[in-house]
C-alpha cells in the first residue's frame, strides 16, 4: 500500500490535491528562487491537507490486557457512550509522517477513515499522485499507538474476554512449567541422578517451553488476523518485532537443546562402558 519513491524533488501540488517531480539528472541546476517557490507551495498544500484531518480524542476508562493484546473501554469525543474495544499492537501503520506517499488515519463524524496516497506514473521520471480516503472498521489510539477494534455484541465480549484469560493461564503455565523443570533438573543433578532419562527429557522439554514463550504471541496475532481480516488487512503492517527477551529465551532454546544432545550422547556412551566392563 506504501511506495516508497526515492530522490523526491521538485514536488509541486495544486489545489486540487495532484502533484508531480521530476528525478533530476546527475548534472542538474537548481535554481533558488524556484526551489524556495516549491518548498512554499509544498508547505501550504501540507497545511491544507493537515486541517482537513480530524483526529478522534479517545479517552481510555479502564480494561485488562498482555503485553501488545487486551480489553478497554474507550470513550470517543464525538459520542456519550463507551464503546469496548480489543486493542492490539501487533498490526499498525506509521502515521504522521511529513511526506507526501503517508499513509494517515483520521476520523470525520463518528466514522473512522484512513488516507491514503494514489501515486500514478506519468513518464520515465515523473509521477503524479493524488488522495483518497478509505472506511474502516477500527479507530486508532494515537498515544498508546494500537488498533481498536470493537466488541458491539455481548457474545462478543464473552469471546474476547475468554480467549484473554487463556492467553494468560498458557502464557503463566509455559513460563512455570520452564521455571520447575530447570529446578527439577538442578536437583537430579545433586543427586547424581544426571543420566536418567527423564532427567534428560527434561532439558528437552525446556528448550521448547523457551521457544514456544517466544513463538506464542506471534501465534496469538496470528489468530487476531484470521478473525478480523477484513478490519486488518486495509492498509495495515505487521509491526510486532523480536525484542532482547525473545533473543535471549531464543539463545536459551538452543542452549537447552544442545545439552539435551549431549546428555543423550553421555548417556549412550555410559552404558556401552557398563556394557564393556
Known sequence: MWTTLSYKTGVQASNDDWASYEMPSERADFDLMQDSIIHLQNQVNYIKRKKEIQQANLLSSGGQGVESFGIYEYQDSTQAAKTTYLTTK?????????HFDATIYHSKGGKSFIRYPIITKISKHHFKYRYE??????KY???????????????QKLIANTFLWI??????????FGIVLFIRFLIA???????EEYNILRLLLISLSCFLTVLFPY???????????????VGLVFLKKFSSTDFSLIVAGIFFAVLY?????GKALKEENELTV
Do not use: C, H, T
Open 90 to 98: 501487533d498490526w499498525g501503520f506509521i502515521i504522521g509522517s511529513d
Open 133 to 138: 480516503d478509505r472506511e474502516v472498521g477500527f
Open 141 to 155: 489510539d494515537l498515544r498508546e499507538k494500537q488498533i481498536l477494534l470493537p466488541l458491539q455484541k455481548p457474545y
Open 167 to 176: 492467553i494468560v493461564i498458557i502464557s503463566f503455565f509455559v513460563m512455570l
Open 189 to 195: 543433578v545433586s543427586l547424581n541422578r544426571i543420566f
Open 219 to 233: 501465534l496469538v496475532a496470528l489468530v487476531l488476523y484470521v478473525v478480523y481480516n477484513k478490519e486488518l488487512s
Open 261 to 265: 544432545r549431549a546428555f543423550k550422547k
